[in-house]
């Protein structure tokens, strides 16, 4: 009996052990986490406590994570400790003790296109050490001018350089405006939607004028283009594209009727200027102007559109086109304002440089490569990174210049380096079991010091407006400037770099040396000011409005008018009375067939009235043919409206003087061009040939007979052989010489070609 105990108590003993041993064994799971998940995030809840139920015993991370990527709750839950490398460690086999339970989760990290983002030089931001959040990445400056439906020309010119500066969104973190730097190829995209009244009004004239694309070119420098999408109407294939960068949930929403996606590489340090093609508008464009007062006007056109990028950076610590993202970035190391990507310094790495590693750098002082030229000092900085070092040494031109024993760092000295020190510097580190590592630094000495130039670098180059110097082509001069010196600006209708460039401004209009934008005069606008003021309004950008009236013309440049007759006075709203003046000079446009029905005209009444014949009058006759005459000039004058004089004036400067073509007793008649109101007409322009008293008289009198025909027919020409009676312009002998001629009483007739 005692031995059935015994066997039973083995058999019992055994069962203990066996379901100890099942309980001890550890339970397995596996998970795949994307590698750019954030920090915090949980990766792994064991099922018993992922209803939120407390693990009867609490959890401690045992083995499998090197990098310290992970921790593990109380609550058994695994969460990220520290951004995620799959380019150092794509999975991790981590195994969690639970009191005697073991766990183990292979966690494996998925790729994720663009990430880690990678340090782009091409695009690297300065760092901005006054920014604050809020700030943009680059400073942005629009000019823009265009012309409104009343004529007025506007003109605007904005800098944004931070958040508070754009449109009008209530607030930019609600995703009203959406921003992507997070590549590595230097490509900025923003989504812009909006519920502002406004802005829709804008959008939606831009949309009707059939803008859907606006493109914006710099030299030598990618595009820059903004798509408008319209919601309700653009269509599957224009919405299927947006959604590739815009959320489905934006894209859906019923609020919002334009999204509007610009993008745009930016490759360059330096500031960019662009160019944007603006379509001619079908129908006016309302926008709200923003100058002294803010009004709602109506554009019926855009002249120009330019816009500047500068890279002006984020502060420390921060990046994105808002620097409203924070940097990974450790343990010195730069972090990328583009994008946030990090730049280790030697002995780290990861995508946050957090992770150690074996590594020999060598550095120098100055490290700028600018302050190393000839004749310099110059220090290298031999170190070993996270190494047991048995030795270092610093070899060049295959020469060891240099050992040390048992330490991490040592430097090495160069004084009034010369081309003959150029080459490679080799840092070689041996540790403590016999491994070898080593680096090299390549020294390349052809600058002179600052300002000297020349094959021994003793030649001054005393650049001005901030020039380079060049230690062979000397100074380098800034766009706009020329000479050895970099002392003279571009010529007139020159500009850009060593003046190369030819201005297209008009009208007397300034160009800038640097870029070739016009400086526009008085009266003119547009991109190359060739557009005259439109409209009533004169000045400089068009601003002042003309108060000529009575159908003058107003000058775009001083808004000075030149009246049309009868009116004078500075705003042509004076009648003219003044009477005959003595010996005034008379022109009068009629046409050339009129002088011969002018002739026919005063033969048939000199002859009614007796005073030609075919017989000599006699003594008797002559008195009653002088009486005759008087009466005739009485009722001539009597005929005539006062004021008759004046209201056919005309300026003697609007006639072009041509050939000679006939010549009477007393006038010369010369064929020319009138300009006026209606257009340049030919004429024939009749002179008095002899300056004396009776000449003026015979002139005046057959201006007057003309005069009172042209009136008597109320400016009725149907039935006359007179085309037209333009008008009178008195010109006195103390007058300006016109034709570089003795000014001279003229007669104007409308000549038939």
Not at 200 to 207: A, E, F, K, S, V
Not at 283 to 306: C, F, G, M, W
Not at 654 to 663: F, Y
Request: proline share 5%.
């Amino acid at each position: 009996m005692s031995g059935n105990l015994q066997g039973l108590l083995v058999v019992a003993l055994w069962s203990v052990l066996v379901q100890l041993l099942c309980c001890a064994r550890a339970q397995e799971f596996s998970v795949s986490v994307p590698e750019n998940v954030a920090v915090g995030e949980t990766v792994f809840s064991l099922p018993r406590t992922r209803a939120g139920e407390k693990a009867e015993l609490p959890c401690a991370k045992m083995e499998g994570d090197p990098y310290g990527r992970f921790n593990v709750t109380k609550n058994c839950t695994i969460v990220v400790a520290n951004p995620l490398d799959r380019s150092v460690q794509s999975a991790y086999l981590l195994t969690i003790r639970s009191g005697v339970h073991n766990t183990r989760v292979k966690v494996e990290l998925s790729d994720v296109e663009g990430y880690p983002p990678v340090y782009n030089e091409t695009c690297e931001t300065p760092v901005n050490w006054n920014g604050e959040t809020g700030d943009f990445l680059y400073s942005v400056t629009s000019a823009v001018e265009g012309v409104t439906t009343e004529g007025d020309i506007v003109f605007a010119k904005k800098i944004l350089n931070s958040v508070t500066g754009l449109f009008r969104p209530t607030d930019w973190k609600t995703n009203i405006w959406m921003f992507h730097t997070h590549n590595s190829d230097c490509n900025i995209r923003i989504a812009i939607k909006t519920d502002n009244i406004e802005d829709l009004t804008l959008l939606q004239d831009l949309w009707h004028n059939g803008i859907h694309q606006l493109t914006c070119t710099a030299a030598y420098l990618p595009k820059i283009v903004s798509d408008l999408f319209n919601l309700k109407y653009g269509g599957k294939a224009s919405l299927k594209q947006l959604r590739k960068y815009v959320p489905e949930s934006v894209v859906n929403a019923k609020h919002f009727n334009f999204i509007m996606l610009a993008s745009g590489t930016i490759p360059t340090r330096e500031a960019m200027s662009y160019k944007c093609e603006i379509p001619q508008f079908r129908t006016p464009i309302r926008i709200y102007y923003e100058n002294q007062n803010t009004r709602k006007i109506s554009l019926a056109n855009v002249e120009y559109l330019d816009i500047q990028i500068k890279p002006v950076g984020c502060p420390v610590g921060k990046y994105g086109l808002l620097c409203h993202k924070t940097c990974i970035c450790k343990n010195g190391a730069r972090c990328h304002g583009f994008n946030g990507a990090c730049k280790c310094p030697p002995g780290w790495k990861s995508v946050a440089c957090d992770i150690s590693k074996q590594d020999v750098s060598v550095t120098t002082t100055p490290n700028d490569p600018r302050d190393i030229y000839i004749s310099a000092n110059i220090t290298f900085h031999c170190k070993a990174h996270h190494i047991e070092v048995r030795s270092m040494s610093i070899t060049f031109q295959n020469v060891t210049t240099k050992v040390t024993f048992g330490v991490n760092e040592t430097d090495f000295e160069v004084s009034n380096i010369q081309p003959t020190n150029s080459g490679p510097y080799t840092c070689q580190v041996r540790d403590t079991r016999g491994n070898t590592l080593n680096t090299t630094f390549v020294l390349n000495v052809t600058n002179c010091a600052p300002d000297t130039k020349g094959a021994r670098c003793d030649e001054v180059c005393g650049c001005l407006q901030g020039a380079s110097c060049d230690r062979w082509a000397g100074c380098v001069c800034p766009p706009g400037w020329i000479g050895i010196r970099c002392h003279t600006k571009c010529p007139h209708g020159k500009y850009g770099k060593d003046c190369e460039r030819n201005c297209t401004c008009q009208n007397g209009a300034s160009c800038s040396p640097s870029d070739g934008t016009c400086d526009c005069t008085d009266g003119w606008y547009g991109k190359d000011c060739s557009k005259p003021c439109t409209n009533g309004r004169f000045g400089w950008r068009c601003q002042q409005v003309c108060t000529c009236m009575n159908n003058a013309t107003c000058s775009n440049v001083d808004g000075s008018c030149a009246c049309v007759t009868p009116w004078t006075g500075q705003n042509c709203d004076k009648w003219q009375t003044s009477r005959d003046e003595p010996l005034a000079l008379l022109e009068i446009l009629v046409s050339l067939g009129s002088l011969v029905l002018l002739v026919a005209i005063v033969i048939a009444i000199l002859y009614q009235m007796g005073i030609l014949a075919c017989s000599p009058p006699d003594t008797g006759e002559e008195d009653k043919i002088l009486f005759e005459l008087r009466r005739m000039e009485q009722d001539l004058a009597q005929s005539l409206q006062p004021g008759w004089l004046g209201r056919w004036e005309k300026k003697i400067k609007h006639l072009t003087p041509g050939p000679l073509i006939g010549e009477g007793m007393f006038g010369l008649v010369r064929k020319g061009k009138l300009r006026t109101p209606e257009g340049e007409l030919a004429v024939a322009a009749k002179a008095v040939r002899v300056e004396d008293s009776q000449s003026y008289r015979d002139f005046y009198r057959e201006a007057a007979i003309l005069v009172a025909v042209h009136q008597q027919r109320d400016d009725d020409y149907r039935e006359s052989n007179i085309v037209r009676l333009w008008g009178s312009s008195p010109s006195l002998p103390k007058s300006t010489f016109f034709w570089n001629m003795p000014p001279k009483v003229t007669s104007w007739v409308s000549y038939d070609e």
